[in-house]
């Protein structure tokens, strides 16, 4: 199967509403990092992370390499959360290569 | 400001030309990456280079050919265009590649539309 797999691959939600996000991993990973994709196409990044959890104001990640998985969480989405987000996420051994998953699109609704 | 610089922003070709698309990045990176995004789908990996040294190449086409000149500069010569290479090119760099590869930084792309 694909090494990094996201869902869901797409998903709508109400300003203030809250939204997970989850990329699954069919190999042990490094790191993983979460970018957002915003409508002029430029890549945002929102998390790195080695393992652990890291909190910036309304978004929350998770990364636990060992069960092979890391989440994205949005508190209190607002209209500018829309976009396309990404997970990346770097292959433990001999990988010399950054594998993207296919993305989420966000869509907040006032 | 930005620290790494695509050129051309955005380009037009004609089928069968030849483009350079210029990537350099002034973060003291080691390593520094190609990925290719077309219409609505997700990023895909082209090459890898850290050092100046090919350490990946996922392109199964030789028309996509990296150049790189110096430690910060990776440049993507595309020979021969097709309409299906028409994609917008991102360049990305890290602290190095392997283990201790860290977080990728990203340019702002080159949209290439092929005719």
């Known amino acids: 199967g694909m090494p990094v797999e996201q869902n869901p691959p797409a998903l709508s939600l109400y300003e203030g509403a809250d939204s997970g996000l989850r990329c699954n991993f069919s190999t042990t990973m490094k790191s993983v990092q979460w970018f957002q994709q915003n409508h002029r196409g430029r890549l945002i990044t929102l998390f790195y992370l080695a393992q652990g959890t890291k909190e910036n104001g309304r978004l929350k990640s998770t990364f636990n390499s060992k069960e092979r998985y890391s989440t994205l969480h949005i508190k209190d989405a607002q209209l500018e959360d829309s976009g396309t987000y990404f997970c990346a996420a770097e292959a433990g051994t001999n990988a010399y290569k950054v594998i993207f998953g296919k993305g989420t699109h966000l869509h907040v609704l006032p | 400001d930005p620290k790494i610089i695509q050129k051309p922003k955005y380009l037009v070709a004609v089928t069968g030309s030849e483009k350079i698309l210029i990537c350099e990045q002034y973060?003291?990176?080691?390593?520094m990456y190609w990925y290719r995004q077309s219409a609505k789908k997700p990023l895909e990996f082209m090459f890898s280079?850290?050092?100046?040294?090919?350490?990946d190449n996922q392109t199964a086409s030789s028309r996509f050919q990296p150049q790189s000149s110096k430690k910060n500069h990776l440049d993507l010569q595309i020979t021969a265009l097709k309409p299906d290479d028409s994609a917008t090119y991102f360049c990305a760099s890290s602290h190095s590649l392997g283990s201790n590869t860290g977080q990728l930084y990203f340019g702002e792309g080159s949209k290439l539309t092929v005719l």
């Open positions: 973060l003291g990176h080691n390593a």
């Open positions: 280079y850290s050092y100046q040294k090919l350490m």
